[in-house]
């Protein structure tokens, strides 16, 4: 029997919850090009305010890995994707003006405000540096698994909408995710059973946001 690391035991335990984030019916349209595009430009505009939000959550990660932790392989991983971060910002500039959106008029629903002020939560300098890494890797790892399903041999995605799945889907960003699940997983190895439980409790809720994320597509349809 292979050895599971401490994520992929609970992907596999919440296995229903992990697959409405990642199968959600947002993600089945654009896969099987259904897609109503006033969502797509929805969720496109609610994603850049997510994203400007998920960038000092990120910068937070990176201070207590530099503070809790003797390895430097965690940091850089870590600084990897806040690289691609800001790449990420200049592109939804770009994808907005391609599609018409405003960024500048958009408002945050609900779902949104609600999914960033969990961010500013995990910020804290009380949540744990391997609570919190394991929120980043969930948080990576749901839009990887979504746009790369959208990008599977087979799908009928738009073409105009695969720069975007390619954004996520990609195998680097794949490979980047693979990575950051393993330094995730030697932190929870390693932790105490409190904090094991804190962040699978962080985890589940990362999914749940998801949905609740995805579901604002669907506003006035
Ligand atoms: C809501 N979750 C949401 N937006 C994103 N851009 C990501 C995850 C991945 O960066």
Redesign the pocket.
Known sequence: KVDLGVIATWVKKHASLYEAATRHPFIESIRNGTVDLSSFRRWLG??NI??RA?VPFAASVLVKACNETDDSSDMEVILGGMAA?ND?LAWFKKEASKWGVTLSAIVPLAA?VG?CSFLKSLMSSEVEYTVALTAFWA??A???DSFAYCLEEGAETLEELKETCYR?GNDDFGEWCCTLEERANRRLQMASEDVRKKAEAVLLRVLE??VE?WDMSRVGI
């Open positions: 609610q994603d997510f994203v998920f971060l990420e949104n999914y948080i990576e749901v839009y990887q996520w946001l998801e994320f």
